[in-house]
């Protein structure tokens, strides 16, 4: 009788709970999601590699490679757990290479009666989805991703309550220290008396210093490659498909988490900013393609980061556990501040109207200048370049030039195995080429080769001389640096942190202020064979 009732109550249940498709995004693999908590006859996951995403810039090919493979392992995941799943991959003969065309298919033919989904990070795929509530018969919901610190337009709402004209990171950084209590005493003061320690995080790489190697798997991706090449799908720079060497899994990003703490953190600030021939990613923690596929969690790295810090004070100095925190509660939670901000106006953002072409050796690594070799060679290689060769070699290099923000923006879009537009785009128009007309950033940032030479041993092998600033040998930077100040000049003039280059400037020999713009002027026409 009792195993009757029960029967009877679970087909009624079976009756009355929706039939629910749940879509799961490329970047959404966070098994710790609240939607996988308990195990539902009526749902049902999807996840789809599609056209649309693999062509909407060329991406690099390990980064294709990092997505698929981190989809189908989170499928197999999900599977293995006792979800039920439906995977469309991309030769399927179903894949329509859309997710409104897929999930309109896979609704009506499963007779789902509701969609719902976790708010993407994309504006081009929030608007997607947010018309499928129109083009669905079905209802259709979309729930957190519960990864960030931050809700979407918290720290816009922050800004505007403070009615602040600038968007200063520095500030928000510390109201997510005290808000997050992290790394603040009980009187909400900084441990260690200090909220930050940029100062001490721009070491330059000792001579004879042998950086930690660094950590590598190991996964063969020949199937997918086949895929890859069968299905056409063009692709930028290289990859060993026996030896694929990014972390792709939760297990595997653990293991990274746990490397980083062990091997790179006690030395993480200090050389955060270096650069060095032939070394690609020194101490960094290359953990952005874990946290922006969210297999890893912003504020589990955070907190395991504290908690090593916490118990090897002896051994690790704050700064270097400091400089960490700030990168990702401060700099990521604010691009996406920044990002759902501004959108869609910022993606076609071009303040100082830079419209030059990007050079054929973004593409390929050839050029005689050693720092923008050694970035774009290893960017093909790896698919990684650390923060500070992104900035103050490729980047800086774009705003001198005058690239178009366009082109730049595909690049970096394309290139990097964690780049996603949300995080992207700020990062490359707002902080790296000025395109926000100083939103990001209070000044640009350009530099000519001192700045390399400070921080790398790059100029030591150079083909061009760092001293020198006219002439065949003289390194493309120096000039290109001037003649961006003097090209921009009344806008300098009115940016107080600008102040000294403008005297400078305008203090320089005439004479040397010609030859200057004239080599300037060479570089430019010579893009190609420089
Ligand atoms: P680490 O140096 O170990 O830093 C730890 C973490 O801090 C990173 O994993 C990342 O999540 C976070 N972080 C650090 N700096 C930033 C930043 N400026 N913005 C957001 N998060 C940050 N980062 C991306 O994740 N995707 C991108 O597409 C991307 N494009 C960039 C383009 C340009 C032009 C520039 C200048 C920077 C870009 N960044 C991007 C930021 C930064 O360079 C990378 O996050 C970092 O190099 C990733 O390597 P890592 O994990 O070893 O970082
Ligand atoms: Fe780069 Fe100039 Fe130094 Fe050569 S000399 S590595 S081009 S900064």
Redesign the pocket.
Known sequence: MFNQIKLYSFTIGLFIMKKTLRLVLGDQLNIKHSWYSEKKENITYVLMELRSETDYVQHHIQKVVSFFVGMRSFAKELEELGHQVIYLELDDSKNEQSFTKNLKRTVSNNKFDQLEYQQPDEYRLDQELTSLHKELSVEVNAVSSEHFYTERLEMKELFDKRKSKGWLMESFYREMRKKHELLIDSNEKPLGGKWNYDQSNRKKLPKNHKPTAPKLFQRDVSDIMKMLEEQNVKTIGSIDSKNFLWPVTRNEGEEMLEF?VEE?LPL?GDF?DAMSVGEW?L??????????SKILS?KE?VDRVIQHWENNQDTIDISQVEG?VR??I???????GIYWAKMPEYENENQLNHTNSLPEFYWNGKTKMNCMRQSIQQSLDYS????????MV??NFALLAGVEPQQ?DDW??GI?V????W??????RG???WADGGLVATKP?VSSANYIDKMSDYCGSCYYSKKDKVGEKACPFNSLYWNFIDRHLDKWESNHRMGMMVANWKKQDPEQKVKLLERAQYILENMNSI
């Open positions: 980083f790179c993480f955060q990613s101490y960094h923690s290359r953990l952005s393609f874990l946290m922006n912003p790295v960490f990168q990702i401060g700099w990521r939670e604010y691009m996406r990684y370049a650390h923060h500070i060769q992104r900035l490729t980047g730049v970096y879009l990097y964690d780049a996603i537009q995080v992207e785009l700020p990062n490359t902080m790296s080429q940032y």
